[in-house]
């Protein structure tokens, strides 16, 4: 097996993944796919994403830009170094970001089943209140389960870290 191969069909897998899930360009997305294939050692430069990704450096920044206000890339310096030293962010953060989705939909849910239960006057909105509670039921599962994973990251991160 080409490893090199390998590698561009996993950051082009990682790329499309990320267009579709976050709706973001497709050069942010290849972009964050680069940083966790390639990143996660010691950052990339924006001088090698530029070189790398052959993309134009406003391009490259804009999409960085977009990347870090939207706390999927982090960045670091180097002391004596001007240069900036870009990673994708860590798992724990990425499932923090999915603990805000939840968190959101557990608030619409909680105010749908509070308006069902005032409203449901026929046997298919009370069929729907007993689908919504189900829902939530198996909501706050998910934000239990990920909670505990964040927790796990978390450890290991501080472990990975001291050992860098």
């Known amino acids: ?14 790329g499309i993944h990320f267009e579709k899930l976050y709706n973001i360009p497709p050069l942010a997305a290849r972009i964050l796919g680069t940083l966790i294939i390639d990143g996660c050692k010691a950052g ?7 070189e790398t990704m052959n993309a134009s450096k406003s391009s490259i920044s804009t999409n960085l ?3 870090l206000k939207m706390d999927k890339i982090t960045y670091f310096t180097l002391c004596g170094d001007r240069k900036k030293y870009f990673k994708s962010a860590d798992l724990s953060k990425r499932l923090e970001n999915y603990l805000n989705l939840i968190d959101s939909e557990m608030t619409i849910i909680t105010r749908m089943i509070n308006y069902r239960e005032q409203t449901a006057s026929c046997p298919k909105e009370k069929c729907n209140l007993e689908n919504v509670k189900a829902y939530k039921i198996h909501i706050s599962e998910v934000d239990k389960s990920i909670r505990k994973t964040i927790e796990e990251f978390k450890k290991k991160e501080i472990t990975n870290n001291k050992n860098q």
């Open 1 to 14: 097996m080409d490893i090199q191969k390998e590698k561009n069909e996993l950051i082009e897998m990682f």
């Open 44 to 50: 990339l430069t924006f001088e090698t994403l530029v």
């Open 65 to 67: 830009n977009l990347l």
